[in-house]
């Protein structure tokens, strides 16, 4: 079955840095890829997501880059702020499923200081 | 549009006791996924339902278990407690198509003692 990995687990960054967390997936037939933030006692929320035609996509300060062939994405956010601070989920779609599973990543708990 | 609720929002049971979690999607959305979310596993996934059809299932025991009502409103169900089911249970919905964004629900949080 699918599985994701999600580096790094822990993430400080001062406010204004870049912050890059990467993900690696196994099965090559997923090709639904979002991204999650999750403040502390709040839901998951998706911040953006890529679909496995397209190789790159931005949204204001937050980009996804994605290589089906080596099987990796990753999360790029730029100019960071205090209230980036949350832990962030990759997830891949369950590929040969008829459903809409998601195999997420174990998170990555970003801290911005100011 | 309301979002996806979820009640009760906080549970606390005894070991081999049962519990019912259940899950109101967004309207008009006809998939519900579960997930269990801990610290230490993250988000894995429960099963998912369509259209009162279990689609897909994930990798956990027959304990967990779950339905579908024909308004899509969705429950599972934990029998037989275990201390390690402690953990937060979350619900989300999409239209059901595989790239469809799936929106959660704020969760239920579950503790057995």
């Known amino acids: 079955g699918e599985n994701v990995e999600q580096h790094p687990s822990t993430l400080s960054v001062q406010e204004g840095d870049s912050a890059v967390i990467k993900c690696t997936y196994s099965d090559s037939a997923s090709n639904y890829f979002p991204w999650y933030k999750q403040e502390l006692g709040k839901r998951p929320q998706l911040i953006i997501d890529?679909?496995?035609?397209?190789g790159e996509k931005k949204d204001q300060r937050i980009a996804v880059t994605l290589n089906k062939t080596a099987k990796h994405f990753s999360l790029h956010i730029t100019e960071t702020q205090p209230e980036d601070s949350a832990v962030y989920f990759c997830a891949a779609s369950w590929a040969n499923q008829a459903g809409t599973a998601l195999i997420f990543g174990k998170g990555t708990t970003l801290s911005v200081s100011s | 549009k309301a979002g996806v609720t979820q009640t009760p929002r906080y549970l606390i049971k005894t070991r081999g006791q049962q519990v019912t979690l259940s899950c109101s999607p967004i309207s008009g959305h006809r998939s519900v996924s579960w997930y269990q979310q801990t610290p230490g596993q993250g988000l894995q996934f429960l099963f998912e339902?369509?259209?009162?059809?279990?689609?897909n299932k994930g990798n956990f025991p027959g304990r967990f278990s779950g339905r579908q009502f024909s308004n899509s409103r969705s429950e599972m169900n934990v029998s037989t407690l275990e201390l390690g089911d402690s953990a937060l249970y979350l619900c989300?919905?999409?239209?059901?198509?595989?790239?469809?964004?799936?929106?959660f629900g704020p969760g239920t949080r579950l503790l057995v003692l």
């Open positions: 339902y369509f259209s009162e059809t279990q689609r």
């Open positions: 890529i679909r496995s035609n397209v």
């Open positions: 989300a919905s999409s239209g059901g198509l595989v790239q469809e964004t799936q929106y």
